[in-house]
């Protein structure tokens, strides 16, 4: 791939990433918490509705990953838009190093807490975020 794919990925990546965000945010709220409900339900698979979303822990929690999921995803934004041109291989590791410790640190958790399912959605979503990061753009 070209720089300018890699840009491009990275920026597709930081919207897959930050996207999150509003979701999670919403589970902060009752009138909202549905989404943010679902998907837990989900990643913690069979959907079987166990996953309540009922706790005020809960919901702060969802607050706490919701900002760190769309931060992130504006970072990676930043970087693509204002560090890429000068160190567009610095970037790239760095981006796929941040979402690899993400992938083992998550993947370890949900397995520590019972949910190893989450673990395939995790490698999902590596796949799909890093895409043609996994390799050095052509010049």
Known sequence: MTRAQ????????????GAFGPVFFLGTMSATLE????????L??????????QSPDTRFLSALTGGFLFGWGVTIWCLARWAYDQAPEAV????????LAW???DSAGSVASGNPSNVVFNVIVLLVAVGPLWRPARD
Do not use: Q
């Open 6 to 17: 890699h840009k491009a990925w990275l920026k597709f990546a930081a919207v897959f990433v």
């Open 35 to 42: 989404p943010a409900r679902l998907s837990l339900d989900i």
């Open 44 to 53: 913690s698979w069979p959907v079987d509705g166990a996953t309540t979303y």
């Open 92 to 99: 790239r590791r760095s981006v796929v190093t941040g979402l």
């Open 103 to 105: 992938f083992v640190l």
